[in-house]
């Protein structure tokens, strides 16, 4: 499944058009940075509440296409630049991060 089908299929909205042909793996789940740089593994989606730049480095880090940003949640703009510089698609979904988790696992298994 690629970045674009998650998108269209869980009604995401998309804040800039980065990876939209990346195939995802897979998702990790997680509010703590130290975490996802751990155990997240690239072609994952990572989702979480976090909204600053630190989260798109360690996105790009782990070779994560792309970061669902929770419950409406607004990126800082310096979180928007640096995700357009290291090519990580931001998403916003309204939903909570436990429904939303579902919701993808349905999709991807």
């Not at 800039?16 to 998702?27: H, I, P, R």
């Not at 703590?32 to 989260?55: C, E, F, P, Y």
């Not at 669902?68 to 703009?77: A, N, T």
């Not at 991060?97 to 696992?105: E, M």
Request: charged letters at 25%; aromatic letters at 4%.
């Amino acid at each position: 499944m690629t970045v674009k089908e998650i998108i269209d299929k869980l009604d995401l909205k998309c804040l800039n058009e980065a990876n939209l042909d990346a195939e995802v793996s897979g998702a990790y789940a997680s509010d703590l940075l130290s975490d996802v740089m751990g155990n997240a593994r690239s072609g994952q989606v990572w989702i979480t509440m976090q909204t600053h730049k630190n989260v798109t480095a360690i996105a790009s880090l782990r070779d994560l296409p792309a970061v669902i940003i929770v419950r409406g949640g607004v990126p800082d703009e310096d979180m928007l630049e640096h995700a357009k510089d290291e090519d990580v698609c931001i998403l916003v979904s309204e939903d909570a991060t436990f429904p939303l988790c579902g919701k993808l696992y349905e999709l991807i298994k």
